[in-house]
C-alpha cells in the first residue's frame, strides 16, 4: 500500500496542463480528487512517473447556469454539487446520486470531472450524464472540443479522451419543468459501488410517460442508455406489465462481471428491479 | 456529625466502585488522539521491513534473487529463508504444536504468504525493493475446498512432514491431516439415536472470516548489542507469552527481553499469535544493530494474519417426539490453512469446542473433530470468543432451530424445555464440563417478555399468509440464540500454552499519600482495563478509582500473565486484582486496629475504612491507613502496603444470554432489515454497566457482520477475494442495527466477586440469533438450513432456490 516514486506538478492554468500532460506523455496522468487513482498507485497497479495536480486551476471550479444548460467545472466537488441551489433547483437527480456516493469524507475531495472521466464502470454519475444528455468539454495540445457523454465512454477505463486530454467541463440541458427522476442504487454498505443502479427522467402527460430516458451504472463495461426499456414504457401508465416489459428490455443490454456482490444473474436481476423502482419513483415525482 | 461530613451514599460514590458507570479514564487520550500505538513509535535510525509475498496457493519456490532490490537506492538487506537458516529461524514453533515457515523454504502453501524481508531506511525504499525481488515460481496444484483434502489422491501440502504418522494431538490418517479429537462417549450416543423417536442431521458451516482490528499488526524491534538485550514494542494480547516465545527460540535470555504493548487498536484474537513479521523485524535489527519498525497493511492482515472459524460441523440431535433432546453427535471438518497455528490452549486442538451440548440437558453426546491442511492462511484464532466457543454456539442453535421445525414445535419452547435447570448446578455437561452457575428458564422468558415474543410469532404468522397471498414481497424472520459461553481459561488441571500454565495475575502498591498504582497480567485491547480494574479495587479497599492507576502491558513492571482474550481478563486477573486487595486489606486491618488500639477482631469494614463494632465513631479510613503504613506500623510489621496475587481459577465461569433478532427480507433483492435485535447478558456481578454496554455493542456489531456477509473468500485457484474492506464486510454505523441491551445476574460461585466475563459473549449469541432470524424467515417455504454468510445475494439465490420467482 506505498505507491512508487513519482513527480509532482501542480500547474495554474488548463494551457499549462495540457501542456505538461502533452510533453510528459503516458507516463503522466491527471490527478483529480484521487478516490481512483491514488489506491492504484498505492497497490502499484499504476505507476505514472508524473501527476498533475489539476487542483490549482481555478477555472475548472464552479457551477453556473447558461441558458438552458447548467456547466459544472470538472474539479468541481461532489460535496459542492450538494451545496449548490441551483443543482437542487435545476438538476435535483445529480443531488440523489451524490449522496450516494461513498461518504462524507469522499464527497469533499472526489470530484464530478473524475467521477465522469475516469471511465469506471463502478462510477455512479456516468450513467446519470448520459441520462441527462449531457455533453463534455475536453481541452487538449490541438485545442478544445465538446462530446456527448453517449459518445465518450468505450470500454472499462476506456474513453474518447485523447493523450494528452483533460476533460474540463460538463454541460447538462436542464430537464423539462415538472420532469420526474430518480437514481435507484443498491449497494452492499455505505462506500460500496452498486451492485446495480438505474437513473430515469422523465415527463408525464394526462397520467402517461411523455418521454423518458433511463440509465444503467455498474451493469456492463461501460454505462448503459437503455433506450429499448425506455421506449417500452412511452405512452403507459406504468402498470405492471409496462414496468416488467422495461425491466426485461433493460436486462437485455447487462452484461455485468460476476463479483462479490453477486453472480451476474443476480446482477442483471437486481438491475431489473432498479429500473423499475426507479421509473416508479420518478412517476410519482412527475408533475 | 456536622453537616460537612459526606453521608454513606456519598462515600460510596466517590469511590466509583463495582457497579458504577464509571466513565472510561482511557478515552481522555484515544478521543483527543494522543493514544500511543506501535506506528507512533520513531526511535533513531530506525529502519523499516516490509514483505515480499507470494501471488501463489501453491508453488515451488525455485529462486529469489534480491540482487537488483538492493540496488534500491536506501533498501540495506533483502532477507530470505537462507538467511534465517543461519539462526535457525527459517521455520518457528506454533502455538498449537506445529511449525510454521517464517519465510519461504522450498514452497509457498497460501497466497501472500511471506517469502522475503526486505529491510530499507524508510517504507517507501522498502516497497520500492519488495518490487525488485525476483522469484521464480513453479505453481502447484492447490487445495481449497475442505472436503476434497483428505481424498486420497489430494496433493500433498506439507511435505516437511512426510513420513510423519503422529502429530502434535495424536495419530494422522492422511498426509494433509493434522489431528483427529474426540470427546464424548460414542457408544452410548449411538445407542440414544438407535431409540431416537426423531432425529435431524445437517452439514452447518461457519465460514472463514477474520477478526480485522482497526489497528494491524505490527512491531519495533530494536537489539541492542552492547548489553544483548532485545526491546520489542508490538501489538501483543499476550506480551509475556511473546517474550517467553523468543527466549524459547531467539535463545536470549529471558531477563534481557523487554517486550511492551503500548495502546493497542483492537485484537479480538488476531494478535494473540507470533507471526513472521516479528520474526524477520527482531532478526533484522539483530543483523544490523538498529531498530526495525514493521507494519502490517490491512490487505496483509485480511490475507495473512490468523483467519477465524472455517468449521464444517456435520451436527445430527436426537430428540422424543415431544422434543426432549436424548443425544447429540457432531464432527468437525476444521480448515487450518497451510500451518496448524491454531491459538487455543496447548492440549486443546479444537479449543473448547465440547461446550457444544449448549445450554441443553443432552444426557450424552460424543464430538469428533478432524484437522486438515488446505492452501489457505494459517490461523484459527478465537476472533471475540472463547477458543471454538463461537463455531460451538453456532452449531447447536442451529441446531435447536432445525430440530424445532422438525417436531414443529416453536424454537424458545423447544429452549425453554431442554434447558439445563437452576438447581442442577454446578452442571456437569456430557462432553467434560462442569457449568458453575445459571439460570437460564428467567433469562429466557425476560427476553420472550420484553420483545412480546408471542405477539411478533403472529404477526409473522399474518405477514406469511400475506406472502402467500401475493400481497407483499417480504418475509419476516425471528433468529432465538440462546447461548452458553466457558471463558476464563483457565484453570491449571486443564489449561497451558507452551506448558505455562494460564493463571493471571496482580500487583498492587499503595502510596503514603492514598494513591496507587496497579500492575496486571492481561493486557486491553480496548475493553477499558485501566477504567474497570481500579473499581474493583476500589470496592476491595475503599480507595476511590480515580486515584488507583493500572498499568498493563510492560514485561518489565508488570507481573506474569497470560494476557487478554478468551474472555479470560475479568475471570482470570480480575480475581488476581480481588485477591491481591484482599491481601492489601488483611495488612490494613492490622494498622488499623493498632492505631485505634483494638483487636483487629473488634473492626469491621466500612465502605472506605474500618471502624470499631459497636463504636460508629471510632475510624480509621483507608488513605490515613496508607500513611500510617509508611510510618507507624505495629511493632515486628515491615513498612509499604503492596501485594501481589497469582491467580489460579479453579473453574471456568458460564456467562449465557438470550438474544432475538426480527429480521424482514425483500425476497426480490435479498436485501434485509433488522428491524429489532435484543439481547440480554448475564455475565454474573457486573463490574461497569456503561462498559458491559459498550462491550455488547461492539460484539454485536461483529456478529452482524460475521452473519450477514463478512467473509475470507478463495477462487478454486486459491486467491483471496475479499482481501480489502471494500469486499469485506465491515459494516459502518449506517448499516449497523440499533441494539437494546438488557441483564440478569447469576454470580460466579467460585470467582472472587462472582464475575464471569462478556466481551465475547454477543459475538457468540449474536450470530445464531441473526442467522437463525434468515433461517426462520425463509423456514415456512421449505428450507432447513442456508449457510451463512447472509448477504443479498445470497438470500436472493434462497429465496430463488425455494420458487418463489416461479
Known amino acids: 500500500m506505498i505507491p512508487g516514486p513519482f513527480s509532482y506538478h501542480r500547474p495554474a492554468t488548463v494551457a499549462d496542463a495540457v501542456k505538461l500532460l502533452s510533453t510528459l506523455g503516458d507516463e503522466a496522468r491527471p490527478l483529480a480528487g484521487g478516490h481512483s487513482l491514488l489506491p492504484m498507485m498505492k497497490l502499484r497497479l499504476a505507476t505514472p512517473d508524473h501527476l498533475v495536480d489539476l487542483h490549482g486551476i481555478g477555472t475548472l471550479k464552479g457551477i453556473r447556469r447558461d441558458g438552458n444548460k447548467v456547466v459544472i467545472g470538472a474539479m468541481t466537488t461532489q460535496h459542492e454539487l450538494l451545496a449548490s441551489d441551483e443543482i437542487a433547483k435545476s438538476l435535483p437527480i445529480l443531488h440523489e446520486t451524490a449522496l450516494l456516493i461513498a461518504d462524507p469524507q469522499v464527497r469533499y475531495r472526489g470530484t464530478l470531472g473524475g467521477n465522469v472521466a475516469n471511465g469506471d464502470p463502478g462510477n455512479d454519475m456516468p450513467a446519470l450524464m448520459l441520462t441527462l444528455g449531457a455533453s463534455y468539454r475536453l481541452e487538449g495540445s490541438g485545442g478544445g472540443r465538446d462530446i456527448a457523454a453517449s459518445e465518450f465512454y468505450q470500454g472499462a477505463y476506456f474513453t474518447a479522451l485523447e493523450p494528452g486530454e483533460i476533460l474540463t467541463a460538463i454541460s447538462i440541458p436542464v430537464p423539462a419543468a415538472g420532469a420526474g427522476y430518480a437514481y435507484e442504487k443498491l449497494k452492499r454498505k455505505i462506500g460500496d459501488y452498486a451492485t446495480a443502479a438505474a437513473a430515469v427522467v422523465l415527463t408525464m402527460s394526462g397520467g402517461k410517460v411523455a418521454s423518458c430516458a433511463i440509465g444503467l451504472t455498474n451493469l456492463h463495461e461501460t454505462p448503459l442508455l437503455a433506450t429499448d426499456a425506455a421506449k417500452a414504457v412511452m405512452g403507459t401508465s406504468l402498470d405492471d406489465a409496462a414496468l416488467k416489459k422495461a425491466a426485461a428490455a433493460a436486462v437485455a443490454i447487462m452484461s455485468p462481471a460476476a463479483d462479490a456482490r453477486g453472480p451476474v444473474e443476480y446482477r442483471k436481476h437486481v438491475g431489473g428491479i432498479m429500473v423499475m423502482r426507479a421509473l416508479t419513483r420518478a412517476a410519482a415525482r412527475a408533475k | ?806
Not at chain 2, 461492539?698 to 452482524?704: M, S, V, Y
Request: charged share 25%; with cysteine.
Open chain 2, 1 to 806: 456529625m456536622n453537616d460537612m461530613t459526606p453521608t454513606r451514599e456519598q462515600r460510596e460514590a466517590k469511590l466509583e466502585g463495582m457497579g458504577c458507570k464509571r466513565k472510561r479514564v482511557e478515552d481522555a487520550r484515544f478521543t483527543q488522539g494522543k493514544g500511543n500505538y506501535v506506528d507512533d513509535l520513531k526511535l533513531p535510525g530506525m529502519l523499516h521491513g516490509d514483505f515480499v509475498r507470494s501471488p501463489h496457493a501453491h508453488a515451488r519456490v525455485k529462486s529469489i534473487n534480491g540482487d537488483e532490490a538492493l540496488k534500491v537506492p536506501g533498501v540495506l538487506a533483502v532477507i530470505t529463508a537462507e538467511t534465517l537458516k543461519t539462526v535457525n529461524l527459517a521455520w518457528m514453533p506454533t502455538l498449537a504444536g506445529d511449525v510454521q515457515m517464517v519465510l519461504a523454504d522450498g514452497k509457498v502453501l497460501f497466497q501472500n504468504q511471506e517469502v522475503a524481508f526486505v529491510v530499507a531506511t524508510d517504507r517507501y525504499a522498502a516497497d520500492d525493493g519488495i518490487n525488485k525481488v525476483q522469484v521464480e515460481y513453479e505453481p502447484l496444484p492447490v487445495v481449497i475446498d475442505p472436503f476434497k483434502a483428505m481424498d486420497a489422491d489430494a496433493p500433498v501440502l506439507r511435505e516437511d512432514l512426510a513420513g510423519k504418522t503422529t502429530g502434535a494431538h495424536g495419530p494422522r490418517k492422511h498426509h494433509n491431516h493434522i489431528f483427529e479429537w474426540t470427546v464424548g462417549d460414542k457408544d452410548l450416543t449411538d445407542a440414544a439415536f438407535k431409540k431416537a423417536d426423531v432425529t435431524i442431521k445437517e452439514m452447518i458451516s461457519y465460514h472463514r472470516t477474520h477478526p480485522s482490528p482497526l489497528e494491524t499488526c505490527q512491531c519495533v524491534c530494536s537489539f541492542d548489542k552492547i548489553k544483548g538485550e532485545l526491546s520489542i514494542w508490538g501489538t501483543f494480547q499476550a506480551p509475556h507469552v511473546i517474550r517467553t516465545v523468543v527466549a524459547l527460540i531467539a535463545k536470549i535470555p529471558e531477563h534481557k527481553i523487554h517486550v511492551i504493548s503500548p495502546d493497542v487498536g483492537g485484537g479480538f484474537g488476531n494478535k494473540v499469535g507470533a507471526y513472521p513479521g516479528y520474526i524477520c523485524a527482531a532478526v533484522a535489527s539483530i543483523v544490523t544493530g538498529k531498530p526495525v519498525k514493521w507494519v502490517e497493511d490491512r490487505i496483509e492482515n485480511l490475507t495473512a494474519t490468523s483467519f477465524a472459524r472455517d468449521y464444517h460441523m456435520t451436527t445430527e440431535i436426537a430428540s422424543t417426539k415431544d422434543g426432549k433432546v436424548t443425544g447429540l453427535r457432531v464432527h468437525v471438518l476444521a480448515d487450518h490453512g497451510a500451518f496448524d497455528a491454531c491459538a487455543d490452549p496447548s492440549k486443546w486442538p479444537a479449543g473448547f469446542f465440547n461446550i457444544v451440548t449448549g445450554s441443553y440437558d443432552f444426557p450424552v453426546a460424543h464430538l469428533s473433530v478432524d484437522g486438515i491442511y488446505t492452501n489457505k492462511a494459517p490461523g484459527g484464532v478465537a476472533y471475540r470468543c472463547s477458543f471454538r466457543v463461537t463455531e460451538a454456539a453456532y452449531c447447536i442453535e442451529r441446531g435447536m432451530d432445525i430440530l424445532a421445525q422438525k417436531l414443529g414445535m416453536d424454537p424458545a419452547e423447544l429452549r425453554l424445555k431442554n434447558f439445563i435447570k437452576k438447581e442442577q448446578f454446578p452442571y456437569h455437561s456430557a462432553l467434560g464440563w462442569e457449568y458453575d452457575s445459571g439460570d437460564y428458564h428467567t433469562a429466557m422468558r425476560k427476553m420472550m417478555e420484553s420483545v412480546d415474543y408471542a405477539g411478533l410469532r403472529k404477526e409473522q404468522a399474518a405477514k406469511r399468509l400475506a406472502f402467500k397471498r401475493g400481497e407483499t414481497r417480504e418475509i419476516m424472520g425471528l433468529g432465538v440464540s440462546f447461548f452458553t459461553e466457558i471463558v476464563g481459561a483457565g484453570p491449571s488441571k486443564n489449561c497451558d500454552i507452551l506448558g505455562i500454565a494460564m493463571f493471571d495475575s496482580c500487583e498492587i502498591r499503595l502510596h503514603p499519600t492514598g494513591a496507587g498504582i496497579a500492575r496486571v497480567g492481561t493486557k486491553s485491547t480496548g475493553q477499558g482495563h485501566e477504567t474497570t480494574w481500579a473499581q474493583i479495587i476500589a470496592t476491595e479497599i475503599g480507595i476511590p478509582a480515580d486515584d488507583i492507576m493500572v498499568e498493563e502491558g510492560n514485561t518489565d513492571t508488570a507481573p506474569y500473565g497470560l494476557g487478554t482474550y478468551g474472555s479470560r481478563s475479568t475471570p482470570v486477573a480480575g480475581a488476581a486484582i480481588a485477591m491481591a486487595a484482599r491481601k492489601i486489606k488483611a495488612k490494613a486491618q492490622m494498622i488499623a486496629a493498632y492505631k485505634l488500639e483494638v483487636h483487629e477482631d473488634d473492626l469491621e469494614w466500612d465502605i472506605d475504612g474500618f471502624r470499631v463494632k459497636g463504636l460508629p465513631e471510632k475510624t480509621m479510613s483507608m488513605k490515613d491507613i496508607c500513611w500510617a503504613a509508611y510510618n507507624s506500623v505495629p511493632p515486628g510489621m515491615e513498612p509499604g502496603l503492596e501485594a501481589v496475587s497469582y491467580y489460579d481459577p479453579p473453574n471456568m465461569t458460564y456467562p449465557f444470554g438470550a438474544y432475538i433478532c426480527v429480521m424482514n427480507i425483500d425476497v426480490d433483492t435479498g436485501v434485509y432489515k433488522i428491524r429489532r435485535f435484543y439481547a440480554l447478558d448475564d455475565c454474573g456481578t457486573r463490574i461497569n454497566p456503561m462498559i458491559i454496554e459498550g462491550q455488547v455493542h461492539g460484539g454485536l456489531t461483529e456478529a452482524f457482520a460475521i452473519a450477514m456477509g463478512q467473509e475470507i473468500r478463495y477462487d478454486p485457484e486459491g486467491n483471496v477475494v475479499t482481501g480489502s474492506f471494500m469486499d469485506f464486510f465491515m459494516p459502518t454505523a449506517v448499516e449497523t442495527p440499533h441494539w437494546e441491551t438488557d441483564f440478569t445476574v447469576t454470580p460466579s460461585p467460585h470467582h472472587p466477586i462472582g464475575a464471569k466475563g462478556v466481551g465475547e459473549s454477543p459475538n457468540v449469541g449474536g450470530v445464531p440469533a441473526f442467522s437463525n432470524a434468515v433461517n426462520d424467515a425463509f423456514s415456512f417455504l421449505g428450507s432447513t438450513h442456508i449457510q451463512m454468510p447472509h448477504d443479498y445475494w445470497r438470500n436472493w439465490k434462497a429465496a430463488k432456490s425455494l420458487g418463489v420467482f416461479a
